[in-house]
């Protein structure tokens, strides 16, 4: 009994330790979160400023966008991130940025407000063009027509730029 346990645990430490070598000689690294890059060929990304060229302007968005985009990007890959010249390059522009009044109050005035934001982005991806697209992004959140846009404004656009990242940031590594 004794020979034939040893025999076993010694199958199964040589099965682990084949396991994680495999594992660990892949090139293509898999995260939790969706993304899915060969980091031998893809070494970087530029992220450019996205100018707003929205009709209503809200000072900080542009470089708040830009700025969450990158952050984005920092935080779930291992791609140095540049502002040109990348393997792969983000770039585009703020095209929408409107108040639409929403739902009716009985006194017949407006009850919610949406603050829509909309985000044309131009992806290139040098090292695999077949992936390289173009898209716009529309996000919105609402608010009670009763406080002053400068009141929420900032929470808002924080909210509506993670989402507009997020999407971007599937759509140019994890691809889901």
Not at 12 to 21: D, V, Y
Not at 98 to 119: G, Q, R
Request: with cysteine.
């Amino acid at each position: 009994m004794g020979y034939k346990h040893l025999l076993h645990i010694s199958l199964f430490a040589c099965t682990l330790c084949a396991l994680a070598i495999c594992l660990h000689s892949c090139s293509i690294s898999y995260k939790f979160n969706g993304a899915s890059i060969d980091y031998a060929k893809t070494k970087s990304i530029s992220i450019a400023e996205f100018p707003n060229n929205a009709a209503l302007v809200y000072a900080q968005l542009s470089t708040d966008l830009s700025q969450g985009i990158r952050d984005m990007y920092q935080r779930n890959t291992r791609l140095e991130i540049l502002r040109k010249g990348g393997d792969m390059e983000v770039e585009g522009e703020i095209t929408g940025y409107t108040l639409t009044p929403m739902s009716i109050s009985a006194d017949s005035y407006s009850a919610e407000t949406k603050l829509t934001m909309t985000v044309k982005v131009h992806f290139t991806n040098n090292i695999n063009p077949e992936e390289s697209f173009d898209k716009t992004y529309s996000v919105f959140q609402t608010f009670d027509s009763s406080q002053m846009l400068n009141d929420v404004q900032e929470d808002l656009c924080a909210a509506m730029i993670t989402e507009v990242a997020e999407s971007i940031y599937n759509d140019t590594v994890a691809r889901w």
